[in-house]
């Protein structure tokens, strides 16, 4: 639905819904479900994210590893807590047209919303509370080169995060695509960006028990493909990554091929098998795990601004 016939210069009216988790017209609704929004943590823009290239849409040579510190003093750790280890799937989102719920606080703060869907409890017990059947986020971590550009009448949410059945998903936004002029589409991740994934959180610090670096590669087979699973101890990982990095704090993409062909040699001299020659689907780090089909579990809250800061990255490149 247009919004004072103004057109948005996001809006891809030439593609047809996605396949797979796509955003069909809204068309019922059911006396058991109610959606709820909810505006939840401001998460702090003036965290420091470099990046050296000037378009979108191409890989950067060189990532800044964003400080987590502001977060952690600003955040409701119930709402950290909520978004850890659950598996989200990953969707862009463009500009908003006069979105009107859950603003900017300060100009200094961007704020993520949450909606959900609960279902009623049809047993006649006045404190039975609803459950929650799907949940979804919208954020735009350190998103500053998109927000400069956008037009004053619009919001810019890129990054959205979906738990739950795909049929509640395409609901959902359906209703924020007719009702804001925006456009949904799935977030899928390269195996660049994979690669850079597994470099940039086998390097990140923690505190806790630290899992090891796991790889999985498809080589296409016929009749079904074949997955190989490589997985990495994580003190020797580390090591292997510390050996690499030049600067701390700071990842190169020189750095990243270098980490990746280290791992690639040491899995040739054993099993005599070229991984380069097969695709990177799957990471799994202590930090989080991510899968090329655009789906996360993220897993450590210490670096979950800088998980939420790459995926915004990621959504931005995707609208642009």
């Not at 459950?131 to 037009?151: A, M, N, Q, Y």
């Not at 804001?180 to 850079?196: M, V």
Request: proline letters at 5%.
């Amino acid at each position: 639905m247009r919004r004072s016939g103004r057109p948005s210069p996001w809006r891809r009216q030439d593609m047809d819904t996605p396949d797979s988790g796509g955003m069909t017209p809204l068309g019922r609704k059911t006396a058991e479900t109610g959606i709820n929004f909810t505006s939840t943590t401001r998460f702090s823009r003036g965290l420091t994210f470099i990046r050296t290239h000037t378009l979108f849409g191409q890989s950067p040579t060189r990532r800044i590893i964003p400080q987590t510190s502001l977060l952690q003093e600003n955040a409701d750790p119930q709402k950290i807590a909520f978004l850890l280890r659950k598996q989200w799937t990953l969707y862009s989102v463009t500009p908003m047209y006069k979105f009107s719920y859950g603003l900017k606080g300060t100009d200094q703060d961007q704020v993520a919303i949450l909606v959900q869907i609960a279902s009623r409890s049809q047993l006649p017990f006045e404190n039975a509370e609803d459950k929650v059947v799907w949940s979804g986020w919208f954020c735009c971590i350190s998103g500053d080169d998109l927000l400069e550009s956008v037009p004053e009448d619009f919001t810019c949410l890129s990054l959205f995060l979906a738990n739950g059945a795909e049929s509640y998903t395409a609901i959902v936004g359906s209703w924020f695509q007719k009702t804001f002029d925006c456009y949904f589409s799935r977030l899928t991740i390269s195996p660049l960006n994979l690669a850079w994934m597994a470099a940039m959180w086998t390097g990140c610090k923690v505190d806790s028990h630290m899992a090891a670096t796991e790889l999985v590669f498809s080589v296409p087979c016929i009749p079904q493909s074949l997955d190989i699973s490589y997985a990495i101890h994580p003190e020797d990982a580390k090591a292997l990554w510390d050996t690499v990095q030049k600067t701390p704090g700071e990842v190169t993409q020189e750095e990243v091929n270098l980490f990746m062909d280290c791992l690639y040699s040491h899995f040739h001299r054993h099993f005599k098998i070229h991984l380069s020659a097969t695709r990177l689907v799957k990471v799994s780090t202590t930090i989080a795990s991510a899968h090329c089909d655009g789906n996360i579990k993220i897993l450590h809250s210490k670096h979950l601004i800088g998980v939420l800061t790459l995926l915004t990255e990621l959504a931005i490149s995707q609208i642009q």
